[in-house]
């Protein structure tokens, strides 16, 4: 959009080096640099984005611009850094293209290389210029154009001129009537956005530069603005261009700008006349208007400018800063300067007339007495009818009384002095003999003698008011002084003034504005009610209100109602430096470091209030962006807010509050857009955020997010808890009840194998064969073996009922009993049978229980089954002892047939019953069950070297460490 990319390097001063200015008074413009923090001062290209926020084209990349700070976006696969020809389509990508004819994109804050378009471009030859056409993109080359589209190209029209050196020079899409223009040197070719010609206009040559407005093209030749109406007729607006070069035309709030290499040319389009020349002697390369209504104008050398309003006037006067500011006569204007200068000019600027005073320092008041026509300053009186200059070192301010004189208020006193500045000062009550001589000339009545900065008199408080460095003060017309105190506490005054209905209003250092009524001292405006500033420097009434320059901004507070309005950001003169000030007609003349400005008091002021552009917030837990789906541990978040507002240059607040954790609003800069809450509890929360812009408040953004639970505190846990708790219980209880049930059966198992183990004891063969041995031994008439057999007998029953109710007995207990069982059925042998009985085992052990009965019928089979069928000597050995881990060991051996024959036996006879031998087993596989430690039964075969059965030896291995 921009003429030929080489013109961007090659801009060269056409006709006059300077434009002679018509007066002093030009519109008010800012200028922005590198202590700004402004990235670069060679800017090519300007663009306002729909964001809100600016991008700057520059030498060193693209930067962007909210009105608070400068950003510089890296590039990414670049091959220059210069950066022109910024757009933006319809989904609000932002484009641009860099001098080595490389176009990008800015993704992610990164402008990334479009390599399809850029290989493109390569094949089909330099680019003049390219053009987003909603969201295609259309590539100007110097003899054709193309639609670049589904990484192709296609050809859409092919310059005709027969004359070599005209080329296509620039493209424009005008989204109103959604027509595509193009330009040669030629004619302007009109598209539809799909690339079908419509029409071509103009025959003009030369033409380069052009705009659509208003249904209309205008275009500049040479010095010429024209209007295209047609191809055949053209309307020349203006040729005061002078052979300015031309670097861009721009449309904006019904003017025309020419941006040129001597300045910037305003051109009112309804009226057709050349309405400024802004920024002479200045290579201005583009001019864009932000969505608070300022615009933004960019040089090639100078960096950035703003222009908050065309009716903002500013009057440079002087190469000093205007210090201070009255009206005059005739609607003129008197300045005080830095240098002890004051100048006097009129509406449009021309100085009328400049006095060098006697002091070469600030001109600290000027005040115009229409009356005496005499012009008050700090550093004199100046009759304003022959310019007469009577030096006077009066110092801060001058008021008057009733009494026909003026009050001064100097560096070291407070004085009345005669207004005709010869005769004694007038006064009914304080005439002193001899009047000492001010200046050496004129005499005076001292009121105070101590510095001071402002004093008036004041009839309804019978006296005068004023406002010393140590405080304020009343001295009646009689010469009594009393001191004025708010809150016990000293007044430092800066200004001071007379309300309609003679009240006063006092302008502090420290409480804001105080009211003095009646002889009482109250508070009517501070900071807590919405002043800029406790800091008041100067202040005045106008229309019912009262003006205020604080160490901050301008206010205005109705004398009524107490409401604020911000006049720094209304009328965009913030960050100006104010230091005196006085209306008429409504305007407000400004003395300033920028000179005097001047600004139309609007009855009705609206707010340059912020854009939201972004909010965003992300988990510092886990370093996650955005607020969705948060785990319970994401208890740390960060929001961050994008804003553009102009015209404040980041002077507002930002007001912020966290519903669902606090209910204050909090404030802080709007430079500090980043806000942080740690260890946030779990549950969900809304974040607003809104813009106090000087006491005006925005509508509020708004971000909502929630912490889950961990989900061990939530309900969902709690109740699968209970349930899986329930389920638990329940198992655990049915297996109990199980285990409980099972330990029962095998108790009541264990008793059964307990009463057959008894009955193998007792069993009836065994009680018959000991009767009967009992009855041999009466009949052989031994009487004495017989008792003692029947003795033992009888043991062996008492103890065999006495532990059959017991499923444990001591070992000690179990082997007596098993010597009675032998000794017993030894007693049925003759005197082949022979036994041993070893027993070594640690007396602690003998104590240890073991399962009761369990040993006697293994020596039962022993006896019955091996030795009794046995011919020649029978011998049974019994051997019982201890291991570790306490381990009882107990061996049966006998030399008896061996279970091979005694199963043949046994199998013959047709009577026999072995009942013993299987409830031993079950009874072992019981007690295994009820014990965690095995009771071990191994039956071992024996035979001699020939291989003959040799008898049996049964190995029981009972463990100790374990009861059941």
């Known amino acids: 959009m921009k003429p030929h990319v080489i013109a961007r390097f090659i801009i060269v001063w056409i006709g006059l080096l300077f434009l002679p200015r018509i007066n002093a008074q030009q519109p008010f413009i800012r200028s922005l640099s590198v202590k700004d923090g402004l990235p670069n001062q060679v800017i090519y290209d300007l ?15 693209l930067m962007e611009y909210n009105g608070i700070s400068f950003t510089l976006h890296p590039f990414k696969g670049n091959k220059g850094n210069s950066i022109d020809n910024i757009q933006e389509d319809t989904e609000g990508n932002i484009w641009c293209m860099n001098f080595a004819n490389q176009i990008f994109q800015l993704k992610n804050d990164t402008l990334v290389e479009q390599a399809g378009i850029n290989q493109k471009i390569s094949e089909i030859g330099p680019l003049r210029s390219y053009l987003i056409v909603d969201n295609d993109i259309w590539l100007i080359t110097e003899k054709l154009i193309f639609k670049y589209e589904d990484e192709n190209i296609y050809p859409v029209l092919e310059i005709n ?57 205008y275009s500049c030749l040479k010095t010429d603005l024209l209007s295209l109406k047609n191809e055949t007729q053209q309307k020349k607006i203006s040729n005061n261009l002078k052979k300015n070069y031309l670097n861009y035309m721009v449309y904006l709030g019904e003017r025309i700008w020419l941006c040129t290499n001597n300045g910037l040319y305003v051109y009112h389009l309804e009226d057709g006349f050349l309405e400024t020349v802004l920024l002479p002697n200045t290579r201005v390369s583009d001019i864009v208007m932000d969505f608070n209504g300022g615009f933004w104008i960019s040089s090639v050398e100078k960096g950035l400018f703003y222009l908050p309003s065309l ?75 022959d310019n007469h200059y009577s030096p006077l070192r009066v110092g801060k301010n001058v008021t008057y009384d009733k009494f026909g004189n003026f009050i001064l208020s100097t560096y070291n006193q407070t004085i009345l002095i005669n207004k005709d500045l010869t005769s004694p000062p007038n006064h009914p009550f304080i005439a002193p003999k001899e009047y000492p001589l001010y200046n050496g000339t004129i005499p005076y009545i001292s009121l105070w003698s101590n510095r001071t900065k402002c004093a008036i008199f004041s009839e309804k408080e019978n006296g005068y008011i004023i406002g010393a460095s140590s405080g304020l003060f009343i001295v009646s017309i009689f010469g009594k002084t009393t001191e004025l105190k708010y809150n016990n506490e000293s007044i430092i005054t800066s200004d001071l003034i007379i309300g309609q209905n003679n009240e006063i209003y006092i302008a502090t250092l420290q409480h ?72 008429r007609n409504n305007n407000l003349y400004l003395a300033s470091n920028e000179g005097v400005i001047r600004v139309e008091l609007f009855t009705k002021l609206e707010p340059n209030l912020p854009k939201v552009i972004e909010l965003t917030g992300r988990s510092l837990a886990r370093n996650l962006p955005g607020l969705k789906n948060l785990h319970y541990q994401d208890k740390d978040i960060e929001i961050h807010i994008d804003v ?31 806000f942080s809450y740690m260890a946030l509890p779990a549950g969900k929360y809304n974040f607003e955020i809104r813009a106090n812009v000087l006491g005006n408040v925005s509508e509020a953004a708004f971000i909502s997010f929630e912490i889950p639970q961990p989900f061990f505190q939530t309900w969902s846990f709690f109740f699968s808890l209970l349930l899986i708790s329930i389920g638990l219980i329940y198992t655990v209880v049915v297996v109990y009840i199980n285990r409980l049930k099972k330990k029962q059966l095998l108790q009541e198992q264990l008793l059964v194998s307990q009463v057959t183990a008894l009955r193998s004891q007792m ?199 374990h009861e059941v």
């Not at 040669?184 to 407005?213: H, N, P």
């Not at 005073?357 to 100046?382: P, V, W």
């Not at 950001?569 to 100006?576: A, F, N, P, V």
């Not at 444990?808 to 007693?827: D, G, N, Q, S």
């Open 47 to 61: 663009y306002a984005s729909k964001s809100g926020v600016i991008y700057i084209g520059s030498e060193i990349g």
């Open 161 to 217: 001129s027969k004359k070599p050196y005209y080329n296509f020079s620039k493209g424009y899409y005008d989204p109103l009537s959604e027509q595509v223009f193009i330009s040669d040197q030629e004619f302007i070719y009109t598209f539809s956005k799909e690339g079908k010609r419509i029409d071509q206009l103009g025959k003009t040559d030369g033409f380069t530069e052009f705009i659509v407005a208003k249904n209309d093209i």
């Open 311 to 385: 009716s903002v006037q500013q009057y440079e006067l002087s190469n000093y800063a205007i210090s201070s500011v009255s009206q005059g006569p005739n609607n003129t204007i008197f300045a005080g300067t830095g240098n002890g200068e004051i100048v006097q000019f009129n509406e449009s600027g021309k100085i009328i007339q400049s006095n060098k005073t006697a002091y070469f320092s600030e001109i600290e008041f000027l005040k115009y007495d229409s009356t005496s026509n005499l012009l008050l300053s700090s550093h004199g009186f100046i009759n304003v009818s």
């Open 512 to 583: 804001g504005i105080l009211k003095l009524e009646n002889g009482e001292i109250s508070l009517f405006s501070d900071a807590s009610t919405g002043l800029t500033s406790n800091t008041c420097k100067k202040i005045k009434i106008h229309d019912n209100k009262l003006i205020v320059i604080t160490d901050r901004s301008m206010d205005r507070v109705d004398l009524k109602t107490k409401e604020i309005n911000y006049l720094s950001t209304y009328l965009s003169i913030e960050r100006l430096n104010i230091h005196d000030f006085f209306i």
């Open 644 to 674: 553009a507002q102009f015209g404040s240059f980041g002077n507002f607040d930002f007001e912020y509050r966290l519903l669902g954790y606090d209910k204050t609003w909090r404030t802080q800069t709007a430079r500090n857009n980043t």
């Open 763 to 961: 069993n009836p063969h065994f009680i018959f064969n000991v009767l009967n041995a009992v009855q041999g031994l009466i009949y052989s008439n031994q009487k004495n073996e017989a008792s003692h057999y029947l003795g033992r007998f009888s043991n062996l029953m008492r103890r065999t009922l006495e532990y059959s109710d017991q499923l444990e007995v001591p070992l000690e207990k179990e082997i007596e009993m098993l010597k009675l069982y032998i000794e017993i059925e030894a007693a049925r042998f003759d005197d082949d049978f022979d036994y041993e009985f070893n027993t070594s085992v640690s007396d602690e052990l003998l104590f240890y229980p073991i399962p009761s009965l369990i040993i006697q019928p293994f020596v039962e089979n022993a006896i019955k089954h091996g030795l009794l069928h046995k011919i020649g000597p029978k011998k049974l050995t019994i051997h019982i002892y201890e291991k570790e881990n306490k381990l009882v060991v107990i061996e049966i051996v006998d030399n008896g047939i061996g279970r091979k024959q005694s199963a043949e036996i046994n199998a013959k006879r047709s009577n026999h019953n072995s009942f013993a031998i299987s409830a031993i087993d079950s009874r072992i596989h019981l007690m295994n069950q009820a014990k965690k430690s095995q009771l071990n039964i191994t039956t071992i075969d024996l035979f001699d070297n020939n291989k003959n059965p040799e008898g049996t030896k049964i190995i029981i291995e009972i463990s100790l460490t």
